[in-house]
Nanobody, 123 residues
Framework: QVQLVESGGGLVQAGGSLRLSCAASGRTSGSYAMGWFRQAPGKEREFVAAINWSGTNTYYADSVKGRFTIFRNNAKNTVYLQMDDLKPEDTDVYYC????????????????WGKGTLVTVSS
């Protein structure tokens, strides 16, 4: 089992920045892809960004490309999401995810999830 705990959410004005962190614990000895997803009330969870085990491959939703950056520190078992130029439509609960089955991102391949952290962007 892998436990994921997100932090760093909060309230920010449009145009501002936030950095989310996700710390993994438990059975973290394998090579696993990690990612960030977000979900608004009553909506489907949507993909935001993902990164492979070594950090050499990154993937982004079109809506955040150029504004968000995903990176990881495997020595700390932590993945980050740097969010710049935030917009009100980025307001969501952000979830960290990990895949124990794949070392690179595979759609639908995440099998561990955090409980989420709320990001609110005011206009």
């Amino acid at each position: 089992q892998v436990q994921l705990v997100e932090s760093g959410g909060g309230l920010v004005q449009a145009g501002g920045s936030l950095r989310l962190s996700c710390a993994a614990s438990g059975r973290t000895s394998g090579s696993y892809a990690m990612g960030w997803f977000r979900q608004a009330p009553g909506k489907e969870r949507e993909f935001v960004a993902a990164i492979n085990w070594s950090g050499t491959n990154t993937y982004y939703a079109d809506s955040v490309k150029g504004r968000f950056t995903i990176f990881r520190n495997n020595a700390k078992n932590t993945v980050y999401l740097q969010m710049d130029d935030l917009k009100p439509e980025d307001t969501d609960v952000y979830y960290c995810a990990a895949s124990s089955r794949y070392s690179d991102y595979v759609q639908g391949g995440m099998n561990y999830w955090g409980k989420g952290t709320l990001v609110t962007v005011s206009s």
